[in-house]
């Protein structure tokens, strides 16, 4: 009933810059929250950043280099990635919660994951 695509991963060497972006489609009445997680090999994982209506959350580990973004009009979520570095190698998924048409959910949605890969 939803589908979010991710875009923008990639391979860049540390110090460099990515800009993630994910779209979400389907039967949407509303979204009421959407934000990243990755997931590193051999980890578990875990919240990227985040963004709703009452502000935005972000890992310690990104703050001052990562900058998420929505679009609202577009459905659309961005993750600006500066001054990446090899940790932030990992599998980066979108997630939304989305309320949908004839007043379903809210429920959680997945995108497929994009891979970043910072070398050294």
């Known amino acids: 009933q939803v589908q979010l695509v991710e875009s923008g991963g990639g391979s860049v060497q540390a110090g460099t810059s990515l800009r993630l972006s994910c779209a979400a489609s389907?039967?949407?009445?509303?979204?009421?929250?959407m934000g990243w997680y990755r997931q590193a090999l051999g980890k578990q994982r875990e919240l990227v950043a985040s963004?709703?209506?009452?502000?935005?959350n972000y890992a310690d580990s990104v703050k001052g280099r990562f900058t998420i973004s929505r679009d609202n009009a577009k459905n659309t979520v961005y993750l600006q990635m500066n001054s990446l570095k090899p940790e932030d190698t990992a599998v980066y998924y979108c997630?939304?919660?989305?309320?949908?048409?004839?007043?379903?959910?809210?429920?959680?949605?997945w995108g497929q994951g994009t891979q970043v890969t910072v070398s050294s």
């Open positions: 963004i709703m209506s009452g502000g935005i």
């Open positions: 997630n939304a919660e989305v309320k949908l048409s004839y007043d379903r959910g809210p429920y959680r949605y």
């Open positions: 389907g039967s949407i009445s509303s979204i009421n929250a």
